[in-house]
């Protein structure tokens, strides 16, 4: 034991002498400590002459000497520099501010896309390219911001430094995708509603994921060098471990079979190598020069190893003494042959001494811990109802409905439009049933020409009863009362966004379904349908039948069709709230409804004729308020990119105008084109709702360089005339002090906004593409032409000579009158003579005679 002992303190006070070592006197666990103790003094060695220290500790092994080169410098204590009072300060380094950061982070993004060959925009990154082309560029859509490295996304600008390490933090685009709570921080850190969540998407997709995809492999190649580092400097610890020569090994096992089998009590001095030795012996040094090994990595790797070590001692302290050395070690390893020592107890002659390649062994790896994840699910109930509904009976009996097999054409037969007629006119709920489903069938029938339908003008008597079924439903016997028509009046246009967000937060109630209101279903109906079923049948009928162009005659000449229709789909206040005229209609209803007439009078428009003294002025005050409740909502009244933006379409995606808005366009076009249809509408029509309208119609316009470009588009395009020919209606129809006030009004911008227009798609254009513009760009000459006279559109005795103004030199009228005063475009005349110097316009002599007039300036 005290020789063991004395083994010990030499080993650990790191001595530079090698001494034969016996490991026949250590038990299982001390030899396995003895090894892995080797290992890491031959590591440390490795490390220690691959690169020289500057101020570590002892680098030799443990049992080994001391390297050579040793004595050629001088080592600093490690806990005289660790604990020294007054350590010198390091000079701290000055940190990058987040505006530094992102500068280089934009330098960075706009190297990696030039090099892709596709340029961000200069006014992204403030970074000009020469090879940026504005018009081809897939980044043309994106809105630059107000500062370089930012885009403007609802209203707000987004800093992509800032929107990247949001993301990147969070796993990047693969992880936040599939988390729904991430993208709702992101839109709550940058102040934008979830509708612009899917361009926010589609711009990061365009700019961030793909330098996110070379970010990350990047990364992963890093690790596969580092990785690869650590293995090859782990692979050549035991390799140089195996070199070393049996030479006092066997001089160790030589004394041992001379002694009985008893190691000596005192190492002989003859078998100790020096340093000189090391060559003869054949120990070499290990190569300094090995560049695969990590410093820090190996450091790590040797605390490591000497954590487990620690570890392991104080778990076999508390082991019973009674355990062997075959329970800790398995029989046959390399271990247990270099510790235990052979079998054999007296060996012979011939017994060959275990090697140090033996008693070494190869170092056991490390193992790595397993990572778990613990999820805590509480116990919960399966609940198979919702609401108080069992889902999968409902279920069930969706499914047995569906099997049932539809109904061919010619089940019905023969059918009989007076039966018909009749069947509607008795109003039972199965005859309603029968008569209604077979109308609906015949009203989607094609005829033998693409114009022709089922022929309603041939039952003028059923289309009078379908008509009688509606009011009865609707209004039972209460008599239609006209309004009173004040042109001065403000009245509220209720709008139909109003109405959704009515329905939104009524339907989102806690048991909205179980509360009874307008509209709903009365118990004593029992089995029959609800009233409001029949009647949004009946106007879907109307609707199908209106598609062909053989019905449309007949049925705009109807006058009764168009009040019932306009009556029906009317809106009233309420207890602060709003409610469908009819009482069998909710709010629900009153929205389908409201629909079908906007696409109804979408084709009845161009036949539909408004003679003065018989039209009744309600009825067109009525059109008047259906057309601009889809118009004039601030909210919805915006630039064609901020439509887009709002109904939250990706920028890549298939574009279009607003449906709703764009038919509303199309039908006031259209039945206001006649010039008797516009003096009915001044006469029917506030003027503070006309002005509404007009302001609600100037916002609509483009503005900005993205809506240009989206209005190249034909659908936007056709989106935009449809604009500037309603504004050329309202123009008409204002009287002059309207007209004066649109001239004048700085706050709307009218006549800068249509001279913006007319620069971009005329001036900025080649000849090639002028004439895709050409009609819209008459239309806004047209336009500011109506709105410059300042005149009333309907006064006719303007073209009467008078008596004595023959002869006189004043008899002038008409296109040869003399205008005074300055143009509206006075201001931009340069503009206006490049204009006036086109090919197309001087072909046009209308276009340019206006033109030419409204740039008039009076000296």
Known sequence: MLHQHSSQNELSSGSSSTFPFDTALLDAAQAKQMAALTAVGQARTAQGNMRPSNGGGNSGSFLGGIPPGHNNFQNQPLLERSMSQNPAPRPSQPSNTFKEKSSNFIYSLATVFAKRNQPLPPSLTGISTPTYDP??????????????????????????????????????????????????????????????????????????????????????????????????????????????????????????????????????????????????????????????????????????????????????????????????????????????????????????????????????????????????????????????????????????????????????????????????????????????????????????????????NNCPDLFEEVLDLVEDLAFDDVIDSPEAIDLQDNPHIVTNREIVDIVYELETQPFAVLERRQGSKHPDLGPRQRPANLILTVINIIRNLSVFGDNVPFLANQPRLLDLLLRVCGVSEKASSYVPTSPVLSLTDCLAIRKDVLHILSLLAPAIRLPEGTTSLSTVRRIFNLVTSYLVDPAEAVSPIACVQLAGVPLGGNLRPPSLADVALEVFTRLAHSDGNRLVFSKAVSRPSLWCLFVSL???????????????????????????????????????????????????????????????????????????????????????????????????????????????????????????????????????????LCREVQHDDVMFSELESLIRIEY
Do not use: C
Request: cysteine-free; overall charge neutral; proline content about 6%.
């Open 135 to 456: 018009i081809n560029s897939p980044f043309k859509d994106i809105e630059a911001g107000s500062e370089h490295g930012t885009f403007r996304l609802a209203g707000k600008d987004i800093n992509i430094f800032h929107l990247w390490t949001m993301i990147w933090h969070r796993g990047g685009m693969g992880n936040v995708g599939k988390d729904n709570n991430a993208w709702a921080a992101i839109l709550q850190v940058f102040d934008i509603p979830e509708s612009a969540l899917p361009t926010l998407v589609q711009i990061y997709s365009k700019i961030l994921l793909p330098f996110e995809s070379m970010y990350r492999q990047n990364l992963m190649e890093q690790q596969k060098k580092a990785q690869a580092m650590r293995q090859a400097a782990a692979s050549s610890t035991p390799s140089a471990n195996n070199q070393h020569p049996p030479t006092s090994t066997n001089t160790v096992s030589q004394q041992r079979g001379s002694g009985m089998g008893f190691p000596p009590s005192q190492p002989p001095s003859s078998s100790v190598p020096s340093s000189s030795m090391q060559i003869s012996t054949g120990l070499p040094p290990i190569d300094g020069g090995s560049a695969i090994l990590d410093g820090p990595t190996l450091d790590q790797d040797l605390q490591g190893l000497k954590r487990k070590l620690e570890q392991e001692e104080e778990v076999k302290r508390t082991r019973q003494k009674t355990e062997t050395a075959d329970s800790v070690l398995p029989a046959g390893s390399a271990s247990d042959q270099a510790f235990v020592g052979p079998s054999d107890v007296n060996p012979g002659p011939t017994a060959q001494a275990p090697t140090t390649a033996t008693m070494t062994g190869h170092p056991r790896t490390r193992q790595e811990l397993s990572r778990r994840k613990i999820e805590y699910k509480p116990l919960v109930r399966d609940i198979e109802t919702y609401g108080g509904r069992d889902l999968k009976q409902v279920e069930v009996e969706l499914h047995h409905s569906n099997r049932r097999p539809l109904r061919d054409i010619n089940d019905w037969g023969t059918i009989d439009i007076d039966a018909l007629t009749l069947s509607i006119r008795s109003k039972l709920s199965t005859e309603l049933s029968y008569a209604l489903t077979t109308l609906t069938l015949l009203s989607t029938m094609k005829g033998q020409t693409p114009t022709s339908g089922f022929p309603i």
């Open 698 to 836: 100037v916002h609509r316009l483009p503005l900005q360089d993205l809506d240009f470009q989206l209005i190249s588009r034909e659908i936007w395009l056709s989106y935009v005339e449809k604009i500037v020919m309603a504004l050329y209606t309202l123009g008409f129809i204002f009287p002059p002090e309207l007209k004066s006030r649109a001239k004048t009004d700085r706050s709307l911008g009218f006549k800068n906004v249509m001279m913006r227009i007319i620069q971009k798609l005329f001036v900025q254009n080649g000849a090639e593409s002028r004439q895709f513009f050409i009609i819209i760009v008459r239309r806004i000459i047209e336009t500011l032409k109506i709105i410059d006279d300042a005149e009333d559109s309907f006064d006719n005795t303007k073209g009467v000579v008078s008596t004595l103004s023959f002869g006189m030199g004043y008899g002038e009228v008409g296109e040869n009158d003399i205008e005074r005063g300055t143009g509206l475009l006075g201001g931009y005349t340069d503009i206006g003579w490049n204009i006036l």
